[in-house]
């Protein structure tokens, strides 16, 4: 559930998503555009959060699509990442990748890391980052940016 008064901007390549997700969100004060992750129409700094619920795995390059939403967090604001992601000292074993291209076949990528998809930040600090599902397959991660970059 939203809180009162809190206006949401969801993204989504797909307007059948968007559909989908304009029936549950009828009550609410949200807005739904058809946008590229990777490329958002939007200004820099202009929202508080950002969140992304199993995106950076399925959008083509993970890394350019957090690249631009944390490009809209304000000095101060915050992200939360849940994705499924390659364990950081796991190690990409043959069967780890054939599973891998198989998922990929199906729009998915869970063999990306973290650290790949978020770089070089200089502005990002990581609150929290703890194994979620699948002995850690699946991850959530707090972020913070200290500054407008």
Same mark, same amino acid.
């Given at each position: 559930?939203? /809180?009162?008064?809190?206006?949401? =901007?969801?993204?989504?390549?797909?307007?059948?998503?968007?559909?989908?997700?304009?029936?549950?969100?009828?009550?609410?004060?949200? #807005?739904?555009?058809? +946008? &590229?992750?990777?490329?958002?129409?939007?200004?820099?700094?202009?929202?508080?959060?950002?969140?992304?619920?199993?995106?950076?795995? !399925?959008?083509?390059? %993970?890394?350019?699509?957090?690249?631009?939403?944390?490009? #809209? =967090?304000?000095?101060?604001?915050?992200?939360?990442?849940?994705?499924?992601?390659? /364990?950081?000292?796991?190690? *990409? @074993?043959?069967?780890?990748?054939?599973?891998?291209? $198989? +998922?990929?076949?199906?729009?998915?990528? /869970?063999?990306?890391? !973290?650290? &790949?998809?978020?770089?070089?930040?200089?502005?990002?600090?990581?609150?929290?980052?703890?194994?979620?599902?699948?002995? %850690?397959?699946?991850? $959530? *991660?707090?972020?913070?940016? @200290?500054?407008? %970059?």
């Amino acid at each position: 559930m939203i /809180p009162s008064g809190v206006s949401v =901007v969801g993204v989504d390549l797909s307007a059948d998503m968007l559909a989908q997700a304009r029936r549950k969100a009828s009550a609410c004060d949200v #807005t739904l555009i058809e +946008m &590229d992750a990777q490329e958002l129409e939007f200004e820099d700094g202009v929202f508080d959060a950002v969140a992304f619920n199993l995106i950076l795995s !399925v959008v083509p390059d %993970g890394a350019a699509a957090f690249r631009e939403a944390w490009r #809209t =967090v304000r000095s101060g604001g915050r992200a939360v990442v849940f994705d499924k992601f390659l /364990p950081e000292n796991g190690r *990409l @074993t043959s069967s780890r990748r054939m599973v891998g291209h $198989i +998922m990929k076949a199906f729009g998915a990528d /869970p063999n990306r890391r !973290v650290r &790949d998809i978020l770089g070089p930040v200089s502005d990002l600090v990581i609150e929290r980052d703890e194994p979620s599902l699948l002995g %850690g397959q699946y991850r $959530i *991660l707090c972020l913070r940016k @200290t500054s407008s %970059g």
